[in-house]
Nanobody
Framework: QVQLVESGGGSVQTGGSLRLSCAAS????????MNWHRQAPGKERELVAL????????NYADSVKGRFTISRDNAKNSVYLQMNSLKPEDTAVYYC?????????WGQGTQVTVSS
């Protein structure tokens, strides 16, 4: 059974930083595209960042460009989200998602709370 486990969430003040990690198991990580999504209370889940299988190409939501960086380490079956200059509007549950073989796989999420 595929497992994606996020970690690294927490509470920070405006302007702070956090680094989220997502570890994959029982999953062909090196040939799967990986995304980070987030869902704030009362809002729909939205795509935050994506990275291709080799990590060569990335893309970001306009709201996080220049502040967040997605990366991956295929040797460790892990994808990361470095979040800098955090704002209260970044408060959400953050999920990693993997895509392989026509299927999407989700982690359980990690809470990020940014206070002003």
């Amino acid at each position: 059974q595929v497992q994606l486990v996020e970690s690294g969430g927490g509470s920070v003040q405006t302007g702070g930083s956090l680094r989220l990690s997502c570890a994959a198991s029982r999953f062909p990580f090196s040939i799967a595209s990986m995304n980070w999504h987030r869902q704030a209370p009362g809002k729909e889940r939205e795509l935050v960042a994506l990275i291709t299988t080799t990590g060569v190409a990335t893309n970001y939501a306009d709201s996080v460009k220049g502040r967040f960086t997605i990366s991956r380490d295929n040797a460790k079956n892990s994808v990361y989200l470095q979040m800098n200059s955090l704002k209260p509007e970044d408060t959400a549950v953050y999920y990693c998602r993997g895509y392989y073989g026509g299927n999407f796989y989700w982690g359980q999420g990690t809470q990020v709370t940014v206070s002003s």
